[in-house]
């Protein structure tokens, strides 16, 4: 349980640090062992899987006389039968391509329910049909995870779903590449990878700075999430150039000065903008025009370009929208500017400490505070009008 708190208490951390949502609710296959075991009663009903020894199967011959199993990752059944070897291991299936609903649970076995076929444990694709039927229904619109799962994962739970619920489950399936870091597959075995908080405090080994967590975001952008994207010092570092590049333009953006007539097209360039994220999610292109927007806010700046403040007022806005509102991102500067605000107080409360232990005599402690503010790169400085601070 402690693990479980722990892995919860570090997701939301770093989900927070990405300004993204969390989940309205997060169930576990644990605790959905009841509906698990409904929905096996239902395909054994409908006469898709079979018991054997105290162990369910789907059966994936018989599904595919009334269905497509195969038809998420485009696969074949007759291929699939074609390049599969007999396992002894597979003894208890009637073909190698049915896959388990239930397993009846060895001796040593720690988890373990009582089910209508044996004390066992759920198969690995049922929990995910289970717990995303009794929260979004039978019919929902988009499913997430790594490519990787396409076969046979998710393939299983569209099987299961339509074998149980007579209904594609899926909408839109989003299926997302793998990261690299600096050119191989991340892989903790030989120590090529980084996580999250390592690479936002700088504490590692692979990168020669921190970067912050809005940054990594925008970076991730970059690639469309269907890409394999790869971490490198250089790439995050123009990411970041970039990232600063689009936020001074950002805020410049309230400072044009309109004129009587358009140069620009504002209206065209926002819909590019909207086509981008209606293309499967393509943030490479939103971000291509968001890039579009900084040329003309430069342009117009300099009195190249012309804009209307209708125009003005729309861009400003859009930019906005998608910045903020669609991509998530955040003005680090506007964080800056408070951190520096507490780190001003917060120096200031140490003064009024000190400027209390010396009216108190207490000189130990006044030159204590001095010594180590000091130390930490701030130094003081006593005047007639009071106490001063500089950062070294």
Not at 25 to 48: D, M, R
Request: some cysteine; charged content about 25%.
């Amino acid at each position: 349980m402690e693990v479980v708190q722990k892995y919860s208490i570090d997701f939301h951390n770093v989900m927070s640090q990405f300004n993204a949502l969390p989940p309205s609710i997060e169930p576990t296959a644990t605790g959905h062992i009841i509906e698990q075991i409904e929905i096996v009663e239902k395909i054994i009903k409908e006469g898709y899987a079979y018991e054997t020894n105290g162990s369910v199967y789907f059966d994936v011959m018989k599904f595919n006389e009334d269905h497509e199993y195969g038809k998420l990752s485009g696969r074949q059944l007759e291929d699939m039968i074609a390049n599969t070897r007999e396992l002894a291991a597979q003894s208890d299936k009637r073909n190698p391509q049915d896959f388990a609903l239930w397993k009846k649970a060895e001796p040593q076995h720690i988890m373990r329910w009582p089910s209508p076929w044996s004390d066992g444990f759920p198969g690995w694709h049922l929990e995910c049909t289970a717990m995303s039927t009794k929260y979004l229904g039978n019919e929902f619109d988009i499913h997430g995870g790594g490519m990787d799962l396409k076969f046979p994962h998710h393939e299983c739970e569209i099987a299961q779903a339509e074998a149980s619920n007579k209904k594609s489950p899926v909408h839109y399936w989003m299926h997302a590449n793998m990261l690299t870091l600096n050119g191989k597959k991340m892989s903790k075995s030989t120590g090529n990878n980084i996580l999250p908080n390592e690479l936002f405090s700088g504490n590692n080994e692979l990168m020669q700075k921190p970067f912050s967590p809005v940054v990594a975001k925008f970076f991730m952008y970059q690639a469309h999430y269907r890409s394999i994207l790869d971490f490198s010092q250089d790439a995050l570092e123009a990411a970041e150039k970039g990232f600063h590049r689009l936020m001074d333009a950002y805020r410049m953006v309230s400072d044009l000065t309109s004129s009587e007539k358009n140069s620009l097209d504002i209206a065209a360039w926002q819909q590019r903008c909207y086509d981008a994220m209606n293309d499967d999610f393509n943030s490479p292109i939103l971000i291509a025009q968001l890039f579009e927007a900084v040329k003309m806010i430069h342009a117009v700046a300099e009195g190249n370009e012309q804009l209307l403040q209708k125009d003005i007022d729309t861009l400003q806005q859009t930019l906005h929208d998608f910045i903020f509102d669609v991509l998530g991102l955040q003005d680090i500067a506007l964080e800056q500017e408070g951190d520096s605000d507490k780190l001003t107080q917060a120096i200031q409360i140490l003064i009024d400490i000190r400027n209390k232990a010396r009216a108190n005599k207490d000189f130990s402690t006044s030159d204590e505070i001095r010594d180590a503010l000091q130390e930490a790169g701030i130094q003081l400085k006593d005047g007639k009008d009071g106490t001063t601070f500089s950062l070294n």
